[in-house]
């Protein structure tokens, strides 16, 4: 007669109590016996021929060992160990099986699993088969551990043949590979998840976000020196405007390099004078003019959008030198301005003024016209809100680059449309009217009427040589 034997999941040997009965007909010692098993096999009598050796059933009532079943079609797959061929049924249980010789899984000194295995034969890797999770290695700060198999040494290398053809009792030992430790980055805004990264051990984790209205004050805690998986939230900063700050911390955001992450060409504040009128002033550029000092540019420049109403004529006999050839007029007329109207200005933007250098004409001697002039205050001239540089083909064109804000649009001609002039050209006193307001240098060399201004009609550009001739200040000024 045949043996039979129950084994549990572990692989130990199991005894029939609580097991329904397996009978044994031994009509046919050795050939064919007929059992039933109610637990897996619901009790469906199944022939088995056992010419082939013991057959081997585990504790739950599962076939582990081949056998030449002869009624299959009443065998399940699920009701066979994996990898276990019964009359072309292909086993796809993962329990334990009993056998000749025990294999001892271990990770270290700790024994994770024991599972018999017959003679001769491959024992299932027990991480494979689902019967224990995947062992781990502490990691150190910089290296992680990933099991890559089993090693018949403890600490030894991953060996393809650790579990084949056992032929006595053994051990295995988990065989790891050192990988570089990652540790887990999320950056946040508030709840709102960015971006996920990992990076090595002690390194800066990368990522840059914006928000409408805000400046970005990095990341609470940091991500920088990273040393465990870490949560980082951005911190913000009110963005403060043009329009709502103080002339004093206008000037610290431009000294910090900071002009254009705060403001934006074209941002305009308002600005009471001492004579009680408001005026507005708009960004022109950053870091356009030259500081008179050599030591860079100036951050901001700002040039009146509005003027104030108060005309001064640039071309009096008090101003003017003797000769027509001399000197053409002093400070700060040659820069288009007014003392008078400087004066208007509140202190507090007067005190954070750079001085810089603007290009002026002085003379009307062809090639000696241009002359640096270092100043706090002076008006725009024709180049400097004219789109087309160079433009002229005198010296004279080269009073001062274009201003980002005049970048766009259409070259400065009289014939200029009116939409464009009311954009860019047109300037009003606090009243609404609009007003003619002086530019800096005259158009060319030779010219003998050299004082440009802005007119109000339909002209755009004009000039004059009367003394008496009165415009507005459009007064520009950096920090």
């Known amino acids: 007669m045949a043996n039979v034997k129950l084994y549990d999941k572990n692989g130990a040997e199991q005894i029939f109590e609580g097991v329904e009965t397996i009978t044994l007909d031994s009509t046919v010692e050795g050939e064919t016996e007929t059992f039933s098993h109610g637990i897996a096999m619901d009790n469906v009598p199944i022939e088995v ?46 329990g334990g ?31 494979e088969l689902g019967l224990i999770d995947a062992p781990t290695k502490t990691p150190t700060n910089t290296i992680a551990y990933v099991q890559t198999g089993w090693s018949l040494t403890d600490g030894g290398e991953a060996d393809s043949n650790a579990l084949v ?62 040393t465990a998986d870490t949560d980082c939230y951005a ?38 004078l001492t004579n009680g009128e408001t005026i507005q002033f708009e960004i022109w550029g950053f870091d356009h003019d030259d500081l008179s000092d050599g030591s860079g540019k100036a951050g901001i420049s700002i040039v009146a959008k509005t003027l104030p109403s108060l005309a001064y004529d640039i071309n009096s006999v008090e101003s ?62 024709h180049t400097e809100i004219n789109c087309k540089e160079g433009s002229r083909t005198t010296n004279l064109s080269t009073l001062g680059a274009v201003y980002e804000k005049h970048k766009s649009h259409a070259q400065i001609t009289n014939s200029m449309s009116a939409s464009l002039r009311e954009l860019y050209l047109l300037k009003k006193t606090p009243d609404g009217t609009a007003q003619n307001y002086w530019l800096r240098g005259r158009w060319n060399s030779t010219s003998s009427r050299p004082f440009y201004y802005i007119s109000a009609d339909s002209k755009f550009i004009s000039e004059t040589t009367t003394e008496t001739f009165q415009n507005y200040c459009c007064i520009g000024f950096c920090v």
């Open 49 to 94: 021929d056992f010419s082939n050796g013991d057959m081997e059933i585990d504790g739950g009532g599962y076939l582990v060992k081949s056998a030449v079943i002869l009624k299959p079609e009443n065998l399940m797959s699920e009701n066979v160990a994996e990898g276990v061929n019964i009359a072309g049924v292909v086993g796809t249980h993962k």
């Open 97 to 127: 099986g009993g056998g000749d010789y025990t294999v001892t899984f271990m990770n270290g000194s700790t024994k994770l699993y024991e599972r018999q295995v017959l003679s001769g034969n491959t024992c299932g890797d027990v991480v």
């Open 165 to 226: 053809n056992v032929t006595e009792d053994r051990t295995v030992y988990a065989a790891y590979e050192e990988t570089v430790r990652l540790y887990t980055v999320r950056f946040f805004d508030g709840e709102n998840l960015l971006y996920t990264t990992q990076v090595e051990y002690g390194k800066t984790a990368e990522y840059t976000t914006t928000k409408d209205g805000y400046i970005f004050d990095g990341w609470q805690p940091s991500n920088t020196n990273i």
């Open 235 to 272: 911190q913000w900063a009110e963005k403060p405007t043009f329009a709502n700050s103080s002339w004093a911390d206008i000037a610290a955001v431009s000294e910090a390099g900071l002009a254009k992450t705060y403001y934006a060409v074209g941002d305009t504040k308002d600005v009471t």
């Open 320 to 381: 003017r030198a003797p000769s027509s050839f001399g000197l053409y007029y002093t400070a700060p007329y040659y820069l288009g301005i007014s003392n008078k109207v400087v004066d208007l200005l509140p202190a507090e933007l007067r005190n954070v003024t750079k001085e810089i250098v603007k290009k002026c004409v002085v003379t009307l001697v062809d090639g000696n016209d241009l002359r640096d002039i270092n100043c706090n205050f002076w008006a725009p001239s």
